[in-house]
C-alpha cells in the first residue's frame, strides 16, 4: 500500500500535523515509539496506520515501515538527556532515514532542524553561517550535513524551528521554563532573548513546504522577546511565582521574512499562544 505521508513523531504539533491532513483525505503512517504509546483518538480512523521505532536506541527502519511513500515529515528530536541517546535519536535515526527515503524512492523529505544551529545572532536568516554550541544544536547541525548527500534523489525541504512550544510538547526549552515556574524553582537561563514559535502555526507552513519546487531551507520563528517577558506571560497564565530570573546573556532571535513569503507564515500574539498552550495546568 502506499502512504502520501510519513510523520516521525505523532506527538505535539506532529499530531496536529497528521490530525490537519486527515482533513484534507490524504493517508498517513505514523511512527510510535511502542503500541501502548497510540492515542485512543487515533484508533479506528481512516487513511492512518503505524509503525514503531525507538529512535534513541539503534532504530531500524526496513522492516518497520512502508514500501512505499510520497512526502516524508522528519519532526522527530530528543532536546536533552544522555548524549549517546540525544546523537541515535537526532543525528543517526536522520541517516538510516535518508537511507530508507532514498532506498524506496520518496518525492519529498522535510526535516525540521533548530534554529539553534546558527548559536547566536538577532534576526539571524538563512544566510547567517551556523555555529552550534550546545550538544542538541550539534546534533541537528550534523543532521543537515547529511542531507547534503541525499539532495539529488528527492526535494529536500530544511525547517530552522526556533523554540517551539504548545500542548502535548513535553521537551524543549520553553517546557523547561515552564516546568521551573511551576515547581517554584529559580531560573538560570543561557538565553537572554529568543524568538518562542507556537506550534499550531507551524503546521500549515509544514504543508506548503512540501509543495516547493527545489530544495530549500527556511526559518519558521516568532518574534523575539526578553527572558523576562516570557516568564511574566507565563507566571500570569499559571498563577506561580519564581525566584529571579538569570541569563547567560545569549541572544539568538530568527528572521521569518522567508517563511511569510513563501510559505504564508503568521504568528498568534505571545500572550494568546500562552494561554490555549498551559491555560489550566
Known amino acids: 500500500m502506499e502512504f502520501t505521508n510519513l510523520i516521525t513523531n505523532p506527538f505535539g504539533f506532529g499530531e496536529r500535523l497528521i490530525l490537519e491532513l486527515l482533513k484534507k483525505g490524504e493517508s498517513i503512517f505514523a511512527i510510535f515509539?511502542?503500541?501502548?504509546?497510540?492515542?485512543?483518538?487515533?484508533?479506528?480512523?481512516?487513511?492512518?496506520?503505524?509503525?514503531?521505532?525507538?529512535?534513541?536506541?539503534?532504530?531500524?527502519f526496513q522492516k518497520s515501515?512502508?514500501?512505499?511513500?510520497?512526502?516524508?515529515?522528519?519532526?522527530?528530536?530528543l532536546y536533552s538527556g544522555n548524549f549517546a541517546r540525544m546523537f541515535k535519536a537526532n543525528t543517526l535515526?536522520?541517516?538510516l532515514l535518508l537511507d530508507w527515503a532514498k532506498h524506496i524512492g520518496v518525492d519529498s523529505f522535510t526535516y525540521l532542524s533548530s534554529g539553534e544551529v546558527y548559536g547566536k545572532g538577532t534576526s539571524v536568516?538563512?544566510?547567517?553561517?551556523?555555529?552550534?554550541?550546545?550538544?542538541?544544536?550539534?546534533?541537528?547541525?550534523?543532521?543537515?550535513?547529511?542531507?547534503?548527500?541525499?539532495?539529488?534523489?528527492?526535494?529536500?525541504?530544511?525547517?530552522?524551528?526556533?523554540?517551539?512550544?504548545?500542548?502535548?510538547?513535553?521537551?524543549?526549552?520553553?517546557?523547561?521554563?515552564?516546568?521551573?515556574?511551576?515547581?517554584?524553582?529559580?531560573?538560570d537561563t543561557e538565553y537572554s532573548l529568543f524568538s518562542p514559535t507556537f506550534a499550531d502555526d507551524i503546521i500549515e507552513p509544514l504543508m506548503k513546504m512540501r509543495?516547493?519546487?527545489?530544495?530549500?531551507?527556511?526559518?519558521?520563528?516568532?518574534?523575539?522577546v526578553r527572558v523576562e517577558e516570557l516568564v511574566e506571560e507565563v507566571?500570569?497564565?499559571?498563577?506561580?511565582?519564581?525566584?529571579?530570573?538569570?541569563?547567560?546573556g545569549v541572544e539568538l532571535s530568527g528572521s521569518n521574512s522567508k517563511a511569510r513569503k513563501l510559505l504564508c507564515y503568521s504568528e498568534t500574539p505571545l500572550h494568546e499562544s500562552i494561554q490555549y498552550s498551559f491555560g489550566g495546568k
Not at 487515533?42 to 534513541?56: A, H, S
Not at 534523489?153 to 511551576?182: A, D, H, Y
Not at 509543495?211 to 523575539?224: A, F
Open 33 to 60: 515509539p511502542s503500541p501502548k504509546d497510540v492515542p485512543m483518538s487515533f484508533l479506528g480512523k481512516k487513511n492512518i496506520k503505524y509503525g514503531f521505532v525507538k529512535f534513541g536506541q539503534d532504530p531500524v
Open 65 to 77: 515501515l512502508p514500501k512505499r511513500i510520497k512526502h516524508v515529515f522528519h519532526v522527530y528530536d
Open 93 to 95: 535515526a536522520t541517516l
Open 125 to 187: 536568516d538563512e544566510t547567517n553561517p551556523c555555529n552550534p554550541h550546545g550538544f542538541y544544536a550539534t546534533t541537528k547541525y550534523q543532521a543537515e550535513m547529511l542531507l547534503k548527500f541525499y539532495g539529488r534523489f528527492f526535494r529536500m525541504q530544511t525547517v530552522r524551528l526556533f523554540f517551539p512550544f504548545g500542548k502535548g510538547m513535553e521537551q524543549g526549552f520553553i517546557w523547561s521554563l515552564v516546568q521551573s515556574i511551576m515547581s517554584g524553582q529559580a531560573i
Open 211 to 224: 509543495e516547493l519546487k527545489g530544495s530549500t531551507i527556511c526559518n519558521i520563528c516568532g518574534s523575539p
Open 235 to 248: 507566571k500570569k497564565v499559571v498563577q506561580k511565582s519564581s525566584a529571579k530570573v538569570q541569563s547567560k
